[in-house]
């Protein structure tokens, strides 16, 4: 049986040892291995390794489901020190999470002792919990259109007939459930996206 597996890292040279000691502990375990590159989103993957974001915590069920309705389960890479993380929640797709500085045989006993739960949770094609709480409502993503065409929270509550402090109140919600600490990180999220 073959492992199809994604690696989404900026760092070619993790990436490429990741590989390496992925495909030493499948051969061991008598699996074959196929690794697809970010880019290609066509292909179904069963695994994928992702660089965690800076503000912690993605809610993956709303990332990809394919054509099957199977949605892979994710792994996530850590870069900054685990006492500089606050993890509270985390989404049920999530495996665990990887220190980028760990060596081989704490990556082989995390997938010794995570990998059973692919059967059951890649069944379960439903979002979990955690990434239901995360979407945004009309209301939210009303404001988030606002902010992002560049209109200040008065004139936003002025075009949607609220208040500036409901508008306000809506803003908050926005960057509690993306995680972001930040007005900065906030406007920054709204010129990537």
């Not at 949605?71 to 996530?76: G, K, V």
């Not at 989404?91 to 060596?103: I, Y």
């Not at 065409?149 to 075009?159: D, H, M, S």
């Amino acid at each position: 049986m073959s492992v199809k597996i994604s690696i989404i890292e900026n760092n070619l040279f993790f990436a490429e040892g990741l590989k390496y000691a992925l495909s030493e502990y499948f051969t061991l375990k008598g699996r074959t291995v196929e690794f697809f590159a970010e880019e290609n989103s066509n292909a179904t993957v069963d695994l994928v390794f992702i660089a965690q974001s800076e503000s912690g915590n993605m809610a993956y069920c709303d990332r990809d489901v394919h054509e099957a309705d199977v949605s892979p389960l994710y792994i996530a890479i850590r870069k900054i020190k685990p006492a500089q993380t606050k993890r509270e929640k985390a989404c049920s797709r999530e495996l665990g999470v990887l220190d980028c500085h760990a060596g081989i045989e704490a990556l082989f006993h995390l997938l010794d002792d995570k990998l059973w739960r692919m059967s059951v949770i890649s069944a379960a094609a439903k979002p979990c919990y955690f990434c239901l709480s995360r979407r945004l409502s009309g209301r939210e993503k009303e404001v988030v259109s606002y902010l992002r065409l560049g209109v200040n929270q008065t004139q936003a509550a002025k075009y949607m007939q609220l208040s500036v402090k409901t508008v306000h109140t809506y803003k908050q919600s926005v960057m509690r459930k993306l995680n972001l600490k930040r007005r900065n990180d906030l406007f920054s999220w709204l010129l990537k996206a």
